[in-house]
């Protein structure tokens, strides 16, 4: 089974206080004036120092200037390819009626993808504002550039450093009225395995989670990369099947955040695995998964 790193919502200013690890008892020592026994001003260690600050940490790194030079000349590029490109897929969309009845109620959508259909999804859902956590490492910073290009907001954090305050900065946009979005195996992986930052935001803000994955009849997989990268080929035609909406009760208890984990885990699999035979299924079995996700 899955297991959780749900970490504690902790402010930067829990590493004043104390941890039993690192309690001094002065009980030797007795006050002049009023004989009662003082304990030493309490202490926290290092390492949960640390912890604390990395998960509000979201400072660029300090980048060679061999790097950062680097940064706007592989965005202006990564931009023109999908600017050429993206004019020329088809896309095919089943089970959007799910996000529709989201809005209906007022609500906003958390979205989890995996990292290898980024391509095609900025192209179609270009220009409506949602708000991407985005890591800060050398990637997320030419990666940041191109997504804001094409209409996107960025909340800078990922699962390792800064996750917490993007977080923060997603549930304020949610109740602004701004979808959210994860690439849910990013920044660096393990590939196709789900972490739970769209768990945790759905039961802060009470939006659903909602997944999705898009096959293509013809395209590039790199496959030396982590993530198996997919580069659509010029006019290729994608498929998009979105699930259900996952909601998560405001009151969950640590076994039922795992549980509606194992649940997004579960449907990112589904819809990637239907998704990426797509174009393989014969018409009788694409016509029945079309009556399932038109449900």
Not at 6 to 26: F, H, Q, V
Not at 239 to 254: M, Q, R, S, W
């Amino acid at each position: 089974m899955l297991r959780l790193y749900y970490t504690p919502t902790i402010m930067p200013d829990a590493a004043e206080r104390s941890s039993p690890e690192t309690r001094r008892d002065d009980s030797a020592r007795t006050s002049a004036t009023s004989g009662k026994l003082r304990s030493a001003p309490p202490e926290t260690s290092q390492t949960e120092k640390e912890t604390v600050s990395a998960h509000y940490d979201t400072r660029p790194p300090d980048l060679p200037w061999s790097r950062r030079i680097q940064i706007p000349i592989i965005a202006a590029a990564v931009y023109s390819v999908i600017r050429l490109l993206g004019p020329t897929l088809r896309y095919e969309v089943l089970g959007w009626q799910h996000a529709e009845r989201v809005y209906a109620a007022k609500k906003q959508c958390i979205w989890a993808f995996w990292h290898r259909v980024i391509i095609p999804i900025v192209w179609w859902r270009r220009n409506h504002g949602v708000v991407i956590m985005n890591t800060t490492a050398f990637d997320g910073q030419w990666t940041r550039k191109v997504i804001e290009w094409l209409g996107f907001g960025t909340a800078q954090g990922s699962s390792s450093r800064g996750g917490l305050r993007g977080l923060a900065v997603m549930a304020k946009r949610l109740g602004e009225g701004v979808d959210c979005g994860f690439t849910i195996d990013g920044p660096r992986g393990p590939r196709y395995v789900a972490k739970p930052g769209p768990v945790m935001l759905a039961r802060k803000t009470r939006c659903p989670v909602m997944v999705f994955h898009i096959g293509v009849d013809r395209g590039i997989t790199f496959e030396k990369t982590w993530d198996h990268f997919l580069l659509p080929k010029p006019f290729a035609r994608a498929a998009i099947l979105f699930a259900p909406p996952i909601y998560v009760p405001p009151d969950a208890t640590p076994e039922q955040l795992e549980a509606k984990h194992v649940e997004m885990q579960r449907e990112l699999e589904r819809v990637r695995d239907i998704a990426e035979s797509w174009f393989a299924l014969t018409d009788a079995q694409r016509q029945t998964h079309r009556a399932e996700f038109s449900r």
